[in-house]
């Protein structure tokens, strides 16, 4: 008697189950926004580290021949009411931007750590003290904040900076503690502590790498948010002072001559648009992977 044995690869289960796995595997495949949101936030680091790249002009040179020149093929996003190119003053503009959000969240991401974690150790005052103040903080508005800060400071990028920067404390502060007394709970914690570890090392060695895991991806959410608002701040005319090309005085230059020439206010609100839905999309991918969610 002869036996016939199927050598198909895999079972009938298996061979049904595949398309299934195939499908997973393209759906774990990164998205299509998050690629161009990446491919943005890289083109503006390269603007920020050699923006003569993108443009041979001096944001700060002024052309009276040219003054609210339309976009062309000379100036592609125009000339502003000096004669000045927009192409290069909002390419120069990343610059600045960027500086003053990263530091802002870098403020942020220090005194938020380091709040957090004294509010997730066991001292239930500390708990509570440092709660109430992330919720007096949080009562105010980001903007009105930072221009209360800005009034006693005084105007300038750095001042600017802090004032943002404090805004964003609670928000750092408040993930922190959570994931201080998760991690303060866990069991390998808890097992070190049964083996003699000091609490030092602990510290060092278990509690601050765990705990700051979680930092990256809230810091690259809160750039964008932060640009919007030093963008807002210096529009108002607290932030850096003209000429500086950074993008909210480009806003705040353009409101006089809006009715005849729209280029020099609307491209760089574009850039600010763009570059915070891009911070918002690739920190957001970013959660999705940290928390090990599907993002399809």
Request: without cysteine; positive net charge; charged residues 15%.
């Amino acid at each position: 008697m002869t036996q016939t044995f199927d050598t198909t690869p895999g079972t009938r289960a298996e061979q049904e189950v595949a398309p299934a796995r195939a499908m997973r595997t393209v759906r774990r495949r990164i998205p299509a926004g998050v690629v161009a949101s990446g491919a943005f936030i890289a083109l503006l680091l390269v603007a920020v580290a050699a923006p003569g790249l993108f443009t041979n002009y001096d944001p700060l040179a002024g052309d009276f021949l040219s003054i609210l020149k339309a976009p062309d093929a000379a100036h592609p996003f125009g000339t502003d009411r000096l004669g000045r190119d927009v192409f290069a003053r909002t390419v120069y503009g990343a610059r600045y931007s960027l500086f003053i959000g990263i530091g802002a969240t870098l403020i942020s991401v220090v005194f938020g750590v380091l709040l957090g974690i004294l509010a997730g150790q066991k001292s239930r005052l500390l708990d509570e003290t440092n709660s109430r103040l992330f919720d007096i903080v949080s009562s105010f508005p980001t903007v009105l904040l930072a221009m209360l800060v800005v009034t006693f400071l005084g105007q300038g990028m750095f001042n600017i900076a802090v004032a943002v920067g404090l805004s964003g404390i609670p928000k750092f502060g408040r993930v922190v503690r959570a994931q201080t007394q998760l991690v303060r709970n866990a069991d390998y914690v808890t097992h070190a502590h049964i083996y003699g570890r000091g609490h030092i090392e602990i510290f060092f060695r278990h509690l601050l790498p765990n705990v700051l895991v979680a930092v990256p991806v809230t810091a690259t959410v809160f750039i964008g948010s932060a640009i919007l608002a030093v963008s807002g701040l210096s529009f108002l005319g607290l932030g850096p002072q003209p000429p500086t090309p950074e993008w909210g005085v480009m806003l705040a230059e353009s409101r006089d001559t809006l009715r005849v020439a729209w280029w020099p206010g609307v491209f760089p609100g574009v850039a600010i648009t763009l570059t915070v839905i891009a911070f918002t999309v690739f920190g957001n991918y970013l959660q999705d992977v940290f928390e090990g969610r599907d993002n399809s």
